[in-house]
């Protein structure tokens, strides 16, 4: 796909700079002990946000926005923040932002909707939550489209700052839970995977599942997904769903990934939120929710269009 040729309004050695300081940040906020074996949502009595392995737990206060793909189009970004006034109601600590993954790759302005998210987190600290999607990876950022945007904005200079996002892409975490029921990823539910602490801890193929797997109206488990090329990657059913939720404790899965999905909900549990219009095929959608309330399904969100 072509590009827009854009001036680097951030040189490569900030950019570089702040991706590094922001994958520091990242670490610092990891903490160990809270996710006892077998351990679900309803015995997380924490009143703070905590970060454990690649997950991240969300108190029951405030109201959190969960964003979907938006693959380097900041237009869209914008949008998203203007309709959800996030940094006007953060400012009084009230919200948070997670965003779902797959921030660059496809759109023309992949750097800056990451500069434009980094510097959100900076200001706002962990009440920014940027989960990983499967092109926060640099092999995919190569086959679509991000490698060359960094070429064409820093020259030369583009291995060192791809080399920083690699670092930035590997601090992120994978998932977001909260105190009222929902758990967040990008991709889909992942096979064999039970419980917060393998949730938290997921690697391998698990977290490729977590990263990439779709869900498969047609399927009550797990099935190749080939449409994704297969090599690991599944479709995941209702049963699938439930019996995911259930072993954690959860009520709902938010997910993005899917753009001929967005602003869907399936089986009364999953949610799925798109937001990019991907050349103008998908809705822009984001949900939000009241931590404050116990989510019971799907229809507990407020999925909207913006």
Known sequence: MGFFVFMPEIPAGALAKLLKESAAALAAERSEGRLKPG??????????????GGLVFLPRHGRVIFFGDVHGDLYALEDLLKATRFEEKAGKGRVFLVGLGDYVDRGPDGVGVMVRLLGLRKKFGPRVVLVRGDHENVGVNEAYGFADELRLRYGKAWRQVMGAFRGLYSSLPHVVVTGNGIVAVHGGVPEGVNGLSGLAYASGDALTQILWNDSGEKVAGFAPNWQRGGDGIKLFGKKALEDFLDSIGARVLVRAHEWDKSGETMWGRLATVFSTDYGGRARRVYAEADLETRIRNARDLAVKDF
Do not use: C, H, I, Y
Request: aromatic share 8%; glycine share 8%; proline share 0%.
């Open 39 to 52: 351990v679900k949502l309803a015995g997380l009595r924490s009143a703070e946000l905590f970060r454990q």
